[in-house]
């Protein structure tokens, strides 16, 4: 992936024509480093869409850029485990595998736990090999390797599950 | 002039009455031009001070009435400042986290929920700035209400306008 442009803050002395449609001014920078470690942005990943809690990562992994997803246990208590969240998974068509390898006509998901082994983090893989995350109620990114939003926030991936897409 | 004079009412009494009114009048609105603008309570104390060489009790209660309120004003502004610093830092640690759980489960968190029912309108003003709909935990625990049905849950802009539509049928924003 070429490393994209960036810039820290907007310079009003500049014409916004200079900058494409869509382009993402990194207007907090270092916030989301700062909670990752291994993410370098500009290198190993970049923004790709505006910050805003429409949707986490749980919904972004399928795709959905509306609904907050997240389960609630027997006694109403938020469900963090992560059988839950295989389970929901499995029932929209996914399996588990062992592998991140590109394949086509699959997609990919990587489910991530904390040290409690509880829910922390889902990304999903594009059909470049390049793994997307919605970053909570902030921006969804791109990053080129898993570890990139691993760490002390997400944790470490715990379960790779993949589905068939239907061909068109 | 002596005490019981002063109530006797003859023409001079009336004008002096109406003079005194005019002046309380006039220091009242300067008082609610301040406290409109939030002017500091030092700024209200000027106002008040230009009148005083008329000893009169209303001016007297006038100007403790300034200063309570000018306190009040004080008060509210510590305690906005204080909101949005735990606000602020709040969102710094916790924006990251897709999960109701990792969001709420926070020192800053429960430090705003201490602050008291006070603060519900900072939080219904951020919400209108949209802020986190994650505030609805905060919001249900200070105010005992839930205006936000159970099939809304899942949709976050809903669960703000919700909130949002409560706060000003409240008039709390």
């Avoid at chain 1, 909570?136 to 898993?146: K, N, R």
């Avoid at chain 2, 609105?29 to 603008?37: D, P, W």
């Amino acid at each position: 992936m070429g490393q994209s442009k960036k810039i820290d803050l907007i310079d009003f002395s500049r014409n916004m024509d200079e900058f494409p449609p869509g382009y993402v001014f990194d207007l907090h920078k270092g916030r989301i480093e700062r909670h990752f470690p291994n993410l370098k942005i500009g290198e190993n990943s970049s923004h790709k869409s505006k910050k805003g809690d429409d949707y986490n990562c749980a919904a972004w992994a399928i795709e959905l850029k509306e609904g907050w997803i997240e389960f609630k246990d027997e006694h109403g208590n938020l469900d963090l485990r992560l059988e839950t969240y295989i389970s929901y998974y499995e029932n929209l068509g996914f399996s588990q595998t062992d592998t991140i390898q590109l394949e086509e006509g699959v997609i990919k998901i990587a489910i991530y736990t904390d040290a409690k082994k509880e829910f922390t983090h889902v990304a999903r893989q594009l059909s470049n090999g390049i793994w997307t995350s919605k970053i909570g109620d902030w921006e969804d990114i791109e990053h080129t390797t898993l570890e990139a939003v691993g760490g002390k926030s997400y944790g470490n991936p715990a379960v790779i599950m993949r589905k068939q897409l239907n061909p068109c | 002039m002596g005490g019981y004079n002063k109530h006797t009412k003859d023409r001079s009494d009336y004008e002096d009455y109406y003079t005194h009114n005019d002046k309380v009048n006039n220091i009242s609105s300067h008082l609610y031009i301040a406290y409109k603008e939030g002017e500091s309570a030092t700024k209200k104390e000027e106002l008040i001070n230009c009148e005083t060489e008329n000893e009169i009790e209303t001016i007297r209660l006038l100007k403790k009435w300034a200063l309570i309120k000018s306190e009040r004003i004080a008060d509210n502004s510590l305690l906005e400042n204080q909101f949005n610093e735990l606000a602020t830092k709040w969102k710094d640690e916790t924006g990251l986290f897709s999960t109701t759980f990792h969001k709420i489960v926070n020192d800053y968190y429960f430090e705003i929920v201490a602050m008291g029912k006070e603060i519900v309108p900072f939080i219904l003003n951020d919400l209108k700035n949209n802020g986190p709909s994650h505030w609805h935990t905060a919001l249900k625990a200070l105010t005992k209400e839930n205006p936000v049905s159970e099939e809304d849950m899942k949709k976050n802009d809903k669960i703000r306008k919700a909130w949002i539509e409560w706060g000003k049928a409240k008039k709390l924003i």
